[in-house]
């Protein structure tokens, strides 16, 4: 696994959001990058985050190592799925409101207005780094499992989703944290989604707020 950074450095702001709500995405760069023995060995949590916004180049190979299509079929992801259901969408909450990755279009769709930046999580810095993903389950799309099943297939899809992340931030110098510390009912109401949709994890990513939290640096700060 490669996955390099950073050609676009505009951030996502209001006014990069077109007349039709979506934001198209630059293609992720899949070529090149560190190998992929040396990103695990650089695999991360860290709990401290710039503000400086990320990339759109950045954003793109993030949501692209998440849930991107990897091959000419249209259907394959970079991730597995039970039963080769994609049954998990990747919400983008930014300061300028959330999003939600389409990886057919290589888009971004427009869901709401609000920063919910904040109630992604139990820790304060889920609400002042620049990007956070939340791992969202449609139900309806495993209904031949019983309700405890599904909630354990959606974490076990979401979590492939969440280190693929983890291991492009740490070819890419980023900090990044798999969280599950959530108040999911009110987290779920903010978001408003539909009756069949739940909310799995979240997760933190951003620039290293200090040197000692870059995975591009073997001197580590808190890890996990």
């Known amino acids: 696994m490669n996955v390099t950074a950073n050609a676009s450095k505009a951030p996502i ?3 990069s959001v077109t007349v039709h709500r979506a934001r198209v995405l630059p293609p992720p ?10 990103a695990m060995s650089l695999r991360r949590s860290s709990r401290t985050f710039g503000t400086g916004p990320l990339s759109l180049q950045h954003i793109s190979n993030i949501l692209w190592a998440a849930a991107g299509i990897n091959r000419p079929s249209g259907g394959d992801r970079t991730t597995p799925a039970w039963r080769h259901i994609a049954a998990i969408s990747v919400y983008v909450a930014t300061p300028d409101g959330l999003y939600r990755y389409s990886p057919e279009h290589r888009q ?10 904040a109630m992604s999580g139990e820790q304060e810095f889920a609400g002042t780094a620049p990007l956070d993903l939340i791992y969202v389950a449609h139900g309806d799309m495993l ?4 309700e405890p099943e599904r ?3 959606a974490s076990v899809d979401a979590a492939f989703m969440g280190q693929n992340v983890y291991l492009y931030c740490a070819a890419n110098g980023l900090a990044t944290v798999f969280r599950g510390a959530i108040d999911y009912p009110t987290l779920t109401a903010a978001m408003q989604l539909g009756p069949d949709e739940f909310v799995t994890f979240a997760q933190t990513i951003g620039h290293p707020r200090y040197v000692q939290d870059c995975p591009s ?3 580590s700060g808190k890890a996990g």
Not at 109 to 115: G, P, R
Not at 143 to 146: C, D, K, N, V
């Open 13 to 15: 702001t209001a006014a």
């Open 29 to 38: 760069s899949v070529r090149g990058g560190m190998p992929l023995m040396e």
């Open 108 to 117: 971004l769709i427009h869901h709401l207005s609000a920063d919910l930046r």
């Open 143 to 146: 209904m031949q499992l019983e």
């Open 151 to 153: 909630r354990l297939v």
């Open 217 to 219: 640096s073997l001197e």
